[in-house]
């Protein structure tokens, strides 16, 4: 199957992390993957959730939003509440940036990075994960400038990707028409170490055997390494 603009099936889309694009935030950062595009913005409280006060121990949390127009047709706003499958992106955004920081570390406040997709072409979550993390890695270092912590909690770098089986080949960084066709499409989140923090996947027909499972995984990781590079540039680091 031939992609978009002659992609090959082991290439990202073309990646561009801007940092500092929500300038009110402790820390912000666009990401743009192909024409897929997350504004991701840090903010940091000074409390914490009820049920996490005096543990000596701080808070990171993720929320997601699509804009209405962020799809080729207009998606309602979710007024009455978050429907269940943002709820269930906003939970991995959340767990996949936990797994970057030493919460004792952050001390007992809350950051929450929202992410609001601009425009929608697959990966949105993948990226909303990636960018979020450059995101959440600036406000720490913003409580650091500002004399608020000794040092950064962040431990670790996290960056996902999306992977799939579309008509019998592997490909990395699906689009959402690559997505939508699909024979098994995987999101994999990863650390700079190459552990994984998860792994989301699933066989839309045929099962999938065991081999192609791994050589998705296998696909996804040396994407994940392209988009940590990506991260590091952007902090400057």
């Not at 561009?16 to 990401?31: C, F, K, V």
């Not at 431990?155 to 990707?161: K, Q």
Request: proline share 4%.
């Amino acid at each position: 199957m031939e992609r978009r603009a002659g992609r090959r099936h082991d290439q990202l889309r073309p990646l561009a992390i801007t940092p500092g694009a929500a300038p009110y935030a402790e820390g912000s950062a666009l990401i743009v993957c192909g024409d897929t595009r997350v504004l991701c913005a840090a903010s940091v409280e000074e409390s914490l959730p009820g049920w996490l006060r005096g543990q000596g121990r701080g808070w990171v949390t993720g929320e997601y939003a699509l804009l209405p127009r962020a799809t080729l047709t207009r998606n309602r706003r979710e007024r009455a509440g978050a429907s269940g499958r943002t709820q269930e992106i906003q939970r991995l955004i959340g767990r996949s940036l936990r797994a970057a920081v030493d919460l004792e570390a952050l001390g007992e406040r809350t950051i929450t990075v929202d992410c609001d997709v601009l425009q929608a072409d697959g990966g949105t979550r993948t990226a909303a994960i990636t960018g979020g993390y450059v995101a959440l890695a600036l406000a720490c270092a913003r409580l650091v400038a500002e004399g608020k912590l000794a040092t950064s909690p962040i431990i670790r770098a996290v960056a996902a990707v999306s992977a799939g089986v579309v008509g019998g080949t592997l490909m990395l960084d699906l689009d959402y028409t690559e997505d939508s066709s699909a024979d098994m499409d995987c999101n994999v989140v990863m650390t700079d170490t190459g552990a994984f923090v998860e792994v989301q996947a699933t066989a839309e027909g045929e099962p999938v055997p065991p081999t192609a499972l791994n050589a998705l995984l296998e696909l996804a990781a040396g994407g994940v390494a392209q988009l940590l590079a990506a991260q590091r540039e952007a902090l400057g680091m």
